[in-house]
């Protein structure tokens, strides 16, 4: 079995015993094999971003396992955890999340802070990427200088600055034209001909219905739907 | 190791970038930060130095000065009561002293007139502490007429003033001959103000003490190091009142500190959230935490201690020297010889930057724990 | 009560520690019962990331203690000038019965809270936390270890009373006075000397043999539990005439003073730093477990053992060149004439 991620019969409470107690996944299990591409889709609340989260180690699920390569990750101590996160994964936010005075190359670089490489090597690899997705000349602007799309761009970048096996991308193009959504998705497409697990979450039908798309998975009130 | 050294250099970069971003939030703190360094380290800084200087100053004192005494005041010794302490064993020199207080209603102040046995200053000559002249607005060459408590006046040629290393003690002081002294104060010519004592090993001077008391029943003998106890604690407790007023003033900043540490400002704390979730660990953010707090520190403290040193020794301590150093009429002008000590710096240190970094401590670990999804629980 | 900088800064630092450690004991108690890093409960989290705090508060708090002991010391000989008949720390310990026993006590502080970092620093840098347990087991027995010292420096700074009128270190090693200090004092130095030196340089091929083989921090441990008061006692015995150069002065704190060039910080400070490297490589193996440990806590605590062995061989040879070369170049001469 090929499967690089697995989720086994997840279950996510929010507000666990409290009045506003939510559950936003029910009894999810699913597998991720290396070098696909997939969309979780479905309508707000249906519960993707929640499993992003789960998927991605930023939370723990209430209930249910996650494997990575066949390691058992979902009861690790935080800092294990982090470091799981940091290995495996590289994540692009809705919002694109970079922090606002800031250059391009410090924000694409920040991730790769706690793990002790020596500042030039993060450095290099940090410009190489920003080249790579042509902003080269823009590595030293402030983030918030760039465009919409730009920002994106630096957000990709970041998210392969640790070489991470996966990246997830969450709303990608719910703040893009639909000639910027279709740049994102020729990434996308890149990054798993790289042989990378490319997750999205997306409402997005240019994004939902592409052909690039290998998997695609919905969402609905917390449980997946054929 | 490297990782480690790595690590924390670029954590230091990052908080670096991150206290110039929030500059105006983080320089009011700094500013109070080093206001309570500025305090506590001019309060050290001059007690120490006034330490120091009394001590300096008792260093040519003799080891046991011997007063009379009578109806239990200061009467003169007379010449038969110095020669009654006789030889005794430890002892190289007993000398009888001159002196006495004047007050000056010219400039309402009190002087010390002195009489120097050995090289005296010419019949008619005296030398003056800084203080003297200061006050009596004269200067080498010029006259003072001084006014003897039994009438007739005396007009003194100035023929010099001392230097103002020693003028903590001296400022006040008029030297001038034996003769003169006599004739002002119109004493007989064998009584004298007090003897002081040499004694040869230092570790006797307890006991010639007690041989010189025993011998001279009526008088009160004192010892150079029982001044220098009674100098010492009263440097010590004015500086430790004045410091433990301080103390009040450091615990409210801690809760300053704390305070503002806690009120995480709405986009550092979304900051945080982003490096929790691009794969920065709890441990990570409380060390660049702990960096901000160390780097802040630092920087007032460099800042308080520096202004210090400035106001002590270069503008003589205006802000706290009335409370620490005032116990006459003349204010002594003196130049303190700068110097630091290690071990104030560490007193220093406990009092300012421990109390900082454990107000802030708490917070930061708020900060710390952010839940890495946050970021995109923001979103949803 | 004298009113001192140093004492505000003291009493500041102490209270802190006892303050912290108290306030740390529920967590380090819930740690003792329910740590189970396998669970991933909402409980377990919470204990993680308490511990975090815990760890990163007490660290702090902890590693003020070797200065708050240098400064009490300095503290204690400061004020000597304040006391009749005192001439240097001893005098001033000696104004009131709780002196020496709050001196005692921050050593003791000293070595258990190095222990504490020691194993905080092991578990911080394995990502199981494999000693978290361990530690705050040594956390809880620090406790009333703080209030101790916290309690003995109020009892001893508030019964300052100048008028006292206090005894130097002369009586103290005289020889009508029948203390250990004066059994020290009397040993002859024919017989100190070679035991001094001997300990002493077992100690240190103690510890080359732990740094080099990462392993047997125990026997480092006993070693250095042996050469610590043989250490002291030598300093009392011998190493305190050839230092001021008086066959009669065997004062263990005169030395301290500026016009031995501060020579006291230098001795003690070596002898203390290899003894805690000593106590601390025992405690790390004493406390780390030896079924299942973790690939982590396999490559770290050897590593760790072999440091402290390297701290301690540092300490213990440079004891031993430093005495040898204050028994040497000394202008007492007690051996060789005879």
């Not at chain 3, 001033?92 to 070595?111: C, D, E, H, R, Y």
């Not at chain 3, 911080?124 to 978290?132: F, H, K, Q």
């Not at chain 3, 703080?146 to 001893?156: N, Q, T, V």
């Not at chain 3, 005894?167 to 006075?177: K, Q, V």
Request: hydrophobic share 50%.
């Amino acid at each position: 079995m090929n499967s690089f991620i697995e989720l086994e019969a997840i279950r996510k409470v929010f507000h666990e015993g409290e009045h506003n107690e939510f559950t936003a996944l029910r009894d999810v299990s699913l597998s991720f094999s290396r070098g696909s591409l997939t969309v979780l889709s479905g309508p707000s609340g249906s519960g993707k971003t929640s499993l992003l989260t789960v998927l991605g180690c930023l939370s723990r699920p209430t209930e249910g396992r996650v494997k990575v390569e066949g390691e058992l990750v979902s009861n690790l101590p935080e800092p294990l955890l982090a470091v799981v996160r940091r290995r495996t994964f590289g994540f692009v936010f809705q919002q694109f999340q970079l922090i606002p005075g800031l250059s391009a190359l410090t924000n694409v670089v920040l991730p790769a802070y706690p793990t002790g490489k020596p500042h030039r090597v993060i450095v290099d690899r940090g410009l190489a990427l920003l080249s790579h997705l042509s902003l080269g000349r823009l590595a030293h602007e402030r983030v918030e200088r760039l465009s919409g799309g730009e920002q994106q761009r630096v957000a990709i970048a970041r998210a392969l600055i640790n070489d991470p096996p996966v990246i997830l991308a969450d709303e990608p193009t719910a703040n893009l034209d639909s000639a910027l959504s279709s740049a994102f998705l020729q990434t996308a497409r890149e990054l798993r001909d790289e042989g990378r697990t490319v997750i999205l979450s997306s409402h997005d039908p240019r994004i939902c219905d592409a052909p690039e798309i290998d998997r695609r998975i919905r969402l609905l009130d917390g449980r997946i739907t054929p | 190791m490297h990782a480690w050294i790595n690590r924390q250099s670029l954590l230091v970069d990052y908080t670096l970038s991150a206290l110039a971003r929030h500059a105006g939030r983080n320089l009011a703190i700094l500013a109070v930060y080093s206001c309570l360094v500025f305090v506590l380290a001019s309060t050290m800084l001059f007690s120490d130095a006034l330490r120091r200087e009394s001590r300096a100053l008792l260093s040519h004192s003799p080891d046991v000065l011997i007063q009379k005494l009578s109806a239990g005041r200061h009467a003169f010794l007379t010449a038969a009561d110095v020669e009654r302490i006789g030889p005794l064993r430890g002892v190289s020199r007993i000398e009888g002293r001159r002196w006495g207080y004047f007050y000056d209603p010219a400039v309402r102040a009190n002087y010390t007139l002195m009489a120097v046995a050995s090289d005296p200053p010419a019949r008619g000559s005296i030398r003056v502490g800084e203080g003297v002249a200061r006050l009596s607005g004269l200067a080498k060459g010029n006259a003072l007429a001084l006014r003897s408590p039994e009438g007739p006046l005396h007009v003194f040629t100035i023929e010099g003033v001392f230097r103002e290393e020693s003028s903590l003690v001296s400022t006040d002081l008029v030297l001038m001959h034996p003769e003169d002294w006599i004739e002002f104060f119109q004493v007989a010519s064998d009584l004298c103000t007090d003897a002081a004592v040499t004694v040869v090993n230092p570790a006797e001077v307890r006991n010639v003490a007690r041989k010189v008391a025993e011998r001279l029943p009526g008088s009160r003998v004192v010892l150079k190091e029982e001044i220098l106890r009674t100098y010492d604690s009263l440097f010590d407790w004015r500086e430790g009142l004045l410091l433990a007023l301080a103390s009040l003033l450091a615990a409210s900043f801690a809760v300053l500190a704390w305070n503002k540490a806690s009120g995480l400002a709405a986009d550092e704390r979304r900051e945080i959230g982003i490096l929790k979730a691009i794969g920065w660990d709890t441990r990570d953010v409380l060390t660049m935490k702990l960096w901000e707090g160390a780097l802040v520190s630092g920087c007032a403290f460099g800042t308080g201690l520096l202004a210090a040193w400035i106001h002590v020794f270069h503008f003589r301590a205006p802000l706290v020297a009335p409370v620490l150093a005032g116990w006459s009429v003349l204010y002594p002008r003196f130049d303190l010889t700068p110097s630091l000590d290690p071990w104030m710096l560490l007193t220093l240190s406990f009092l300012t930057i421990f109390p900082y970094t454990l107000a802030t401590l708490v917070p930061a670990w708020k900060a710390a724990i952010t839940d890495p999804d946050a970021v995109m629980r923001g979103s949803e | 009560m004298i009113l001192d900088k140093s004492v505000l800064a003291l009493l500041l630092a102490s209270g802190a520690g006892a303050a912290g450690t108290l306030a740390a004991a529920p967590h380090a108690l819930a740690v003792l019962r329910r740590w189970d890093l396998s669970s991933g409960s909402a409980s377990q989290l919470r204990l993680e990331r308490m511990s975090t705090l815990v760890s990163t508060g007490m660290a702090l708090l902890l590693l003020v203690q070797a200065p708050a002991l240098l400064l009490f010391v300095a503290a204690a000989d400061g004020m000597a000038s304040h006391f009749v008949g005192a001439m240097c720390a001893i005098g001033s310990l000696k104004v009131n019965p709780f002196g020496f026993p709050a001196l005692i006590t921050q050593i003791a502080a000293f070595f258990g809270t190095l222990i504490w970092l020691v194993l905080n620093a092991v578990d911080g840098g394995c990502r199981d936390y494999p000693l978290t347990r361990a530690k705050h087991g040594v956390l809880v027995a620090l406790i009333p270890l703080m209030a101790a010292s916290f309690g003995l420096e109020i009892a001893y700074f508030s019964g300052l009373d100048a008028s006292v009128i206090t005894s130097c270190c002369g009586s103290l090693f005289s020889s009508d006075s029948s203390k250990v200090a004066n059994d020290l004092a009397s040993l002859p130095v024919r017989m100190a000397i070679p035991i001094y030196f001997v300990v002493l340089a077992t100690a240190a091929a103690v510890a080359a043999v732990t740094a080099w083989r990462g392993r047997g921090g125990i026997w480092l441990g006993l070693a250095g539990v042996v050469a610590f008061p043989v250490g002291l006692a030598g300093i009392v015995s011998f190493l305190s005439l050839y230092v001021y150069e008086d066959p009669l002065h065997h004062c263990p704190f005169c030395f301290l003073k500026p016009e031995y060039g501060y020579r006291g910080y230098a001795f003690y400070g070596i002898l203390f730093v290899a003894t805690a490297a000593a106590v601390s490589a025992a405690a790390l193996g004493l406390l780390s477990p030896r079924e299942n440990a973790s690939r982590d806590l396999q490559e770290r605590v050897p590593r760790a053992t072999r440091t402290l062995g390297l701290v301690a061989l540092a300490g213990y040879l440079s004891t031993v060149a430093v005495s040898g070369w204050q028994v040497l170049a000394s202008g007492l001469k007690l051996l060789g004439d005879a």
